[in-house]
DNA sequence: ACTTAATATGCAACTATGTTGCGTTTGCAA
DNA sequence: TTGCAAACGCAACATAGTTGCATATTAAGT
């Protein structure tokens, strides 16, 4: 049903079609979850020139739009994904072949986990970031 | 029982008793997870000067004898924590007053979602990261 | 089509965290 | 006390990310 190409979806998020923004989209689109410098030399191949600092303005509208989300595995660099608007989920981490694996998980019993703390603490949990690391199917 | 001193942990990790270390320790200990940068400041403080290389090689090699265990909320810098050998746990950042706490979680209900992981894939998940975000009792 | 305002872009300079090489100093054990 | 490994300071470097400012592009409105 709702497939909408990216010049759609930019402008269903009323933004300006950019060169920026479409080639941006485009790669995530056909990407595991990338860094920055990973799109630049991405870009580089297809011949496209986009400086950096437009990288890091187009992907931060894109972000205020949840046309992208962005994601910290603690690698001293942000890496960033294309994401549509119900999709929370989490991530695997391949410690051998470094592979980003997304996985959906029980999110009821991360509510219970939640309710737990809040329950203990006098905390309200707005967010959370849960990240798991290990061995790949293809690395086992 | 197992209240050690600093000096008795460093020794008992077989390091050697540098000034770095020490000082490191003896600031993590009285601290939420703290920067590279939070540390330098709290040295000059406290007037002992200490360059920052010597912080990273002190923290490395507090961190592989597990004196140190090393957080990453997404901030773009790592934070460091005091830590004794069994005491895995998670962080809550309360996203109006940045206070970092310390909570113990049901790591039943965590493994439980491991297993629905591994299962469904042929993933075999060696570590987690976990935390959570939102408001602290002091900010409700 | 022509104008205009908002947004996007390039570029250079800058900030920040973290690392490396190397020469010197210090802790500790023989 | 002497010798070696570990620790240290410093400068230079690496990389991610930001800011200011001038110019270009986009999308409307005329
Ligand atoms: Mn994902
Ligand atoms: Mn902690
Ligand atoms: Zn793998
Ligand atoms: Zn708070």
Do not use: W
Request: charged letters at 30%.
């Amino acid at each position: 049903m709702n497939k909408l190409s990216i010049e759609e979806k930019i402008a269903a998020a009323g933004l300006k079609l950019s060169q920026g923004k479409k080639e941006i989209l485009e790669i995530l689109e056909k990407n595991a979850p990338i860094s920055v410098p990973e799109i630049l030399s991405s870009l580089k191949t297809k011949k496209i020139s986009l400086n950096k600092t437009s990288i890091y303005r187009a992907l931060s509208t894109l972000i205020k739009k949840k046309l992208v989300s962005e994601i910290d595995l603690g690698e001293g660099k942000k890496r960033y994904e294309a994401s549509s608007k119900e999709d929370h989920h989490h991530h695997f981490l391949c410690n051998t072949c470094q592979h980003i694996y997304h996985i959906r998980l029980d999110e009821m019993l991360v509510s219970k986990i939640e309710k737990n703390i809040e329950s203990k603490n006098k905390f309200s949990i707005e967010n959370h970031k849960i990240e798991f690391y290990g061995k790949c199917g293809d690395c086992g």
